[in-house]
């Protein structure tokens, strides 16, 4: 009778513990699908905006140009699109595309950056808040 016993425990304590580690499975199982999910929603998105900039390459280059009257030409780096939450009272995603500018000169090779808020209802750039930064060579030298 006590060997009956002892082996219902160790069985019931068994299928307990395969219960737990099936269940654990499973969920990791699922959350695996999840992130796969996410993984190729966020990647659709980007393929999105990235489509979105280029049909729209030529107003961000006269943008540049604008600013930076001596640049002569303007190669973007669509690799480098990157979406980021910014902070403070309201929040928002912020997109940001780098690239490199050339001067009259031809030997100027700087590397820029901009960045656009997206909107919230499609999740497109916004082009009308297009902020331009460059880093490298004295700003003089692309200035008017």
Known sequence: MKNKRVTLIVLSM???FVLIAGVGI???IHMNNQLKHEKTEDKKLEEKQIKFLKEHEQELIQYIKYERPKVTSVKFDWNSVDIQPVGGAFNRNSLSVTGRVNTIKGVDD?????MMD????DELPNLETVEFTMT???LENYKD
């Open 14 to 16: 068994a299928m307990v």
């Open 26 to 28: 499973g969920v990791k």
């Open 110 to 114: 700087n590397e820029f950056s901009l």
């Open 118 to 121: 997206v909107n919230d209802n």
């Open 136 to 138: 490298g060579q004295t």
